[in-house]
């Protein structure tokens, strides 16, 4: 039963279904459903804010109601930018959350977690049993847990484990992808342990990975079934990274040689959604579809690593892994290898293949002592299925107990592909019909993918002083391309592959070294001068279908689109590299085509680049198995009309003065009309041109219509050139110039300016010239008018009037009298546009004044002193300084408000005072003219009479 998916967001309900929804099967119901508004958490960094959302995606059995899985809270980020996205929680943020984009923009350049930067290899462990409890710091953005933000809990490790699982993967995805999960979550959480810190182990949100309070019955079955394992290498755990979607190939880390590059197809065409580093967590979800097991999984995602179990485990765990990554599983051997762990020695091990027909064939038997390599499968020329084969391994210890470990599957059809293609040899349309006629079974449907004319010979390569072309009788032209252990061949380098497609690079090669288990050369495909990788696959010598002879070998890869609309053209410089490692190797040619597809639909549609003439291109087939047909060249001949499209419009003699639509009629040559695929940008002559506007498609039939523009994005000028662009429905566009329009839509733009600039308070100190500018790109500004008026009342009136209007015009007048001034200018020009701003300002030209009063009297040892100041405008505050006999200068009172003081001195001491005003204007006057005070002995002589 299919799933139905029912979705009640009352905020960003546009972000709600995109990563939970794709992958949730069975008889299930997916709600989100908000019983209270909605609360955020907000946390910036470098410009981006992660905010946390009560939303509780829900899974519920859609018979009885029963909530079966409710997750965390929602991860969004916005940023100042403008994008808006989503954060799958999980270990995949790390410290580093990537955007989700609801756009065509091309992707983020990808961020480093913080894990990686003092990630080591290895650790040294002296005991190797598991952690049993984990301390964990609850974070305040987590909003699934009743805790107190900065609580620190000390859970059991396998509960750990269970309360995670369901928030980092939904319950609903095949157990064997869960199960991986979840050892990968283990191995990740024991890696944290390792690291010792002080206060805590992990956290329970995104920087580590999300912990909640709720279990579930599938999530608990996958932790019990994984119960202590891990992924170790070199004898300790790894850091088992992992995101929403890694994207072909994983990212990979030099100094951690299990974090390295793999192709992952099954996401070829994919835009990474995560670091993409380790596991991808869509990744496992489409291959345990596929039928891989967790440990097939997890031996993919973590390269050159071992499975671990506690030494209490019953039994062996682990499994047989798949002999190539993809269905191209045609070789001349299989190498046998186990991702497996013995709690205690085996005696004995027995591969056996098995065919869907009931056949089946004894691979090979090994007895003590037994390794994860068990060696090389060559299976006889005769031993062959459209089916998968698949291949089981039992193991026995000495007591002679059995069990059965992970099975793989291996393809092995060795009938060859047949097809027949037949397409129209001559075409107005770039897009034309490919008729196919399979002559095999339904069940083994051919697969075939198209290249314009993209190979290049041996000739196209460079190698660094090593290697040379070499007549060859097997190769195509009779010239290969001999590279020696460690040579590298660069290039071909091309920019002709159109973004937005999925590929697969052939490789023709062939070796000596067809008995070499290990790898004997390396293939990849980058842009970027070798900076971005974006396919990559390993050959072994058993890969090789004999000494010398010539196979084709796939990398797949995926190039991303570019924006949207005209400036829409985005071009990779892709490099094919091919790497000698352990043996020598001979290079013929590399031929690129579309990823191979079923034949889906009939006729499958090809879609050629526009260019008028002869095409020539080549079709590949290949089978599920690997086999490759021989190339089948097409021709085709594109006539491609010239123009391909016509724009006609009215341009008027007079100048447009107001807002208003402008027409044109567009016509087709030969292909309908696509309403949306029409732009416009303007520009005044002599200047660049603007971004692109889209165009509005009225009375439109197949091949004709009329498209409008609203001429408020024009800017003013006595030649404005507006152009054109469309695209048809064939792919075909056309650009068009039209003008010189003259516009004048908007009144004369003024700006004022000063001869001088205000102080800090805004004030202007000195006598000043203003200056009023108007410019006006369209007809010419006319006239300038200044209204001046001060707070003393007075009104001054300037203006300046032209009898020609200019594109600019100047009017300056005085401003010399203190005071508040209020300005007001107006502009117009020839079309009665006006324009009118007020403005604001100060002037004071003087300094405050100020003096100080002494006392009438003096009799005591204090006294009073005044002091007054003068001004214009307002003043704010007074400095007094004080002189003791003749000792200098010193404060006494500083930016008071204060007009008198009283000040204590001593018998016989003489006193000198002085002032200086401060006024709003920023003003420090000049000191006062000194008072002098002499302070008598009196008042002792007055003490002693009081005895």
């Known amino acids: 039963m299919s799933t139905v998916a029912a979705v009640h967001i009352r905020r960003f309900l546009v972000l709600g279904t995109v990563f939970l ?92 977690p913080p894990s990686l930067r003092h990630a080591q290899p290895t650790h040294v462990l002296t005991d190797t049993t598991p952690p049993q409890t984990i301390r964990v710091l609850h974070s305040p953005h987590n909003r699934c847990r009743d805790a107190v933000p900065g609580q620190i809990d000390i859970i059991p490790f396998e509960e750990y484990v269970a309360r995670v699982l369901p928030a980092e993967m939904p319950p609903g995805w095949p157990m064997e992808a869960l199960k991986a999960q979840a050892i990968a979550i283990r191995t990740y959480a024991w890696y944290q342990i390792l690291q010792a810190r002080p206060d805590y182990d992990v956290t329970d949100w995104t920087d580590y990975q999300v912990m909640c309070d709720v279990r579930y019955a599938r999530t608990d079955t996958a932790v019990q079934a994984t119960r202590g394992q891990a992924v170790f290498f070199k004898h300790a755990p790894i850091l088992a990274m992992y995101s929403a979607d890694n994207g072909h190939p994983t990212r990979g880390v ?20 995560g670091h993409g580093y380790g596991l991808s967590q869509r990744g496992a979800y489409l291959w345990a579809l596929r039928g891989w097991n967790a440990y097939q999984i997890l031996a993919h995602y973590y390269p050159h690593t071992t499975l671990f179990l506690p030494q209490d485990a019953g039994e062996p765990a682990g499994s047989l892994l798949p002999p190539e990554l993809e269905d191209m599983t045609l070789g001349r051997a299989y190498p046998l290898r186990l991702f497996a762990a013995f709690p205690r020695a085996l005696q004995a091990l027995t591969v056996t293949a098995h065919t869907a027909e009931g056949a089946s064939l004894t691979v090979l038997t090994r007895t003590a002592p037994i390794s994860t390599w068990l060696g090389v499968w060559a299976p006889p020329s005769t031993f062959s299925s459209p089916h998968p084969i698949t291949l089981t391994v039992q193991v026995a210890d000495a007591t002679g107990q059995r069990w059965t470990l992970g099975e793989a599957h291996v393809w092995r059809d060795l ?61 195509w032209d009779g010239k290969a391309l001999a590279l020696p252990p460690g040579a590298i061949a660069y290039g071909p380098y091309t920019s002709i592959l159109p973004a937005g497609r999925a590929y697969r690079a052939w490789f023709r090669l062939s070796t000596q070294a067809i008995s070499r288990t290990e790898e004997v050369v390396f293939l990849d495909v980058v842009d970027n001068n070798g900076q971005t990788l974006r396919g990559l696959r390993s050959l072994r010598g058993i890969e090789f279908p004999g000494p010398g002879e010539y196979r084709e070998y796939p990398v797949d890869f995926y190039l991303p689109p570019g924006p949207d609309g005209p400036d829409s053209h985005i071009s990779y410089t892709v490099e094919f590299r091919t790497h000698a490692l352990a043996a020598g190797v001979r290079l013929d040619r590399v031929l690129v085509t579309s990823y191979p597809w079923e034949k889906q639909e009939n006729p499958t549609h090809w879609r050629l680049p526009v260019r008028d003439g002869v095409h020539h291109l080549v079709a590949k087939q290949t089978t599920r198995t690997g086999l490759v047909g021989p190339d089948v060249p097409l021709t085709v001949t594109l006539h491609v009309p010239h123009p391909a499209m016509t724009f006609t419009t009215y341009v008027p003699d007079d100048w447009i003065t107001a807002r208003r639509t402008v027409t044109w009629s567009v016509t087709t040559a030969v292909a309908p009309i696509r309403e949306d695929e029409f732009f416009y940008r303007v520009r005044r002559a002599g200047e660049p041109w603007s971004r692109w506007y889209a165009m509005t498609a009225r009375a439109l039939s ?122 007001t200018v107006t502009g117009r020009d020839a079309l009665t546009h006006t324009r009118e701003f007020s403005t604001h300002l100060a002037l004071d030209t003087t300094p405050p004044r100020a003096r100080v009063y002494p006392p009438a009297r003096v009799r005591t040892t204090w006294f009073k002193v005044r002091w007054q100041g003068w001004d214009l405008h307002r003043i704010v505050g007074y400095d007094v300084e004080v002189e003791v006999n003749g000792q200098g200068w010193r404060r006494w009172l500083w930016n008071t408000s204060r007009t008198w003081a009283i000040y204590s001195a001593r018998p016989g001491q003489v006193i000198r005072l002085r002032v200086r005003a401060r006024d709003e204007a920023g003003w420090v006057g000049p000191w006062s003219d000194p008072i002098a005070i002499s302070v008598p002995y009196v008042a002792y002589l007055a003490h002693l009479g009081d005895w």
């Open 21 to 112: 929804l794709p992958f949730l099967f069975g008889q299930a119901l997916l709600t989100r459903a908000l019983e209270q508004p909605v609360g955020f958490g907000a946390k910036e960094d470098q410009g981006v804010i992660t905010e946390t959302v009560d939303l509780h995606p829900r899974l519920l059995d859609p018979h009885t109601g029963q909530v079966l899985w409710e997750g965390p809270g929602l991860t969004y980020l916005t940023s100042r930018e403008g994008w808006l996205s989503w954060v799958p929680t999980g270990a995949e943020t790390d410290g580093c959350a990537r955007p989700l984009n609801f756009t065509s923009a091309p992707e983020p350049a990808p961020c480093e």
């Open 702 to 823: 197949p091949r004709t219509g009329v498209l409008q523009v609203d001429t408020g994005t024009w800017p003013d000028g006595d030649a404005v050139f507006v152009e054109v662009f469309g695209r048809d429905a064939f792919f075909y566009s056309e650009k068009a110039t039209f003008g010189p329009y003259r516009v004048d839509q908007n009144p004369p733009e003024l700006t004022l300016t000063f001869s001088s600039q205000p102080n800090e308070r805004g004030w202007y100190t000195a006598p000043l010239t203003a200056q009023v500018t108007g410019q006006d790109m369209g007809i010419g500004v006319e006239r300038i008018t200044a209204y001046v008026a001060t707070s003393a009342g007075t009104r001054d009136v300037y203006r300046t009037i032209t009898l020609r209007p200019q594109p600019m015009l100047s009017l300056g007048f005085p401003l010399q009298v203190e005071g508040h001034y209020t300005i």
């Open 254 to 273: 030099d100094w951690l040689p299990y974090l390295t590059p793999v192709p992952d197809p099954v996401r070829l065409t994919a835009t990474r959604l």
């Open 415 to 475: 009938r060859p592909p047949g097809m027949t293609l037949t397409w129209p040899m001559h075409t107005v349309n770039p897009t034309f019909p490919i008729t196919v006629v399979a002559h095999t079974p339904p069940e083994r449907p051919p697969r075939f993918g198209v290249g314009d004319d993209w190979r290049w010979e041996e000739s196209a390569f460079y190698h660094r002083n090593r290697g040379a072309v070499v007549n060859d009788p097997a190769a």
